[in-house]
């Protein structure tokens, strides 16, 4: 279903300017190291950069780095995951990452770590520690960037993006539909009409168990929208 052409792009939150998954890694660099130099002269804590990828979704997030790996588990579940509560953690290799340990001593720098969200039907997203940077912010976690929705357009007619996506026919690539084909979809699937259609949402875990979108940034979390 996510084929070739599904580009990703995300939004700088500091100047809104659109850039590729590549391009906005470095340039939110240099917003962070400017605010850096101009926050130097006050009270700073440590933050990290952290960016999170599924496929061709990503999220770049800003840490405070004394805070809890739960606040990070917390924003995913929020923005991405959580349908009906599952358990979730992290893991670096094969080893268990306590909630309560702190997000500054586990994302060193080039640290790449994996949360799970249910361990049935599980939705993995990958984290990556970028860098530390010394700032004055009140916020202890902000999202820095996210992809915009991507261009999932409908299966049947390729003309109007998707809204739905069929859960029960979701491996079979002509699964996703607009609203007038969602209606042919149901005359030949049973199951849709009567718990297999879900909305097509801006998150790894579209289609899966319960989940229907998240509860922030909730203005990106819809279908693709034509510009
Ligand atoms: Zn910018
Ligand atoms: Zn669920
Ligand atoms: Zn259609
Ligand atoms: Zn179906």
């Not at 959580?82 to 358990?87: G, I, N, R």
Request: net charge negative.
């Amino acid at each position: 279903m996510l084929e070739e052409e599904l580009k990703s792009e995300g939004k700088c939150m500091f100047c809104e300017q659109l850039f590729s998954p590549k391009e906005i890694k470095k340039h939110l660099v240099k917003h962070l190291a400017d605010m850096e130099k101009t926050d130097a002269a006050g009270k700073t804590q440590t933050y990290c950069h952290i960016e999170v990828v599924a496929a061709e979704m990503f999220l770049h997030l800003l840490v405070k780095g004394n805070k809890k790996m739960e606040i990070i588990d917390d924003f995913l579940r929020g923005i991405w995951l959580d349908c009906c509560d599952h358990m979730s953690g992290f893991r670096h290799k094969n080893i268990e990452i306590e909630m309560d340990e702190k997000v500054k001593d586990i994302f060193v720098p080039k640290v790449k770590i994996f949360h799970d969200y249910d361990y049935g039907s599980t939705t993995r997203v990958f984290l990556t520690g970028l860098k530390y940077y010394d700032l004055n912010l009140k916020d202890d976690i902000i999202l820095l960037s996210r992809n915009e929705p991507l261009k999932i357009m409908c299966s049947i007619c390729k003309i109007k993006p998707a809204v739905n996506i069929c859960s029960v026919c979701l491996w079979d690539r002509d699964s996703v539909f607009c609203e007038s084909c969602s209606k042919k979809h149901e005359k030949i699937c049973n199951d849709f009409d009567e718990y297999s259609s879900m909305p097509i949402v801006n998150s790894p875990r579209m289609g899966i168990c319960g989940y229907t979108g998240g509860y922030i940034d909730t203005e990106r979390d819809g279908v693709y929208k034509k510009t």
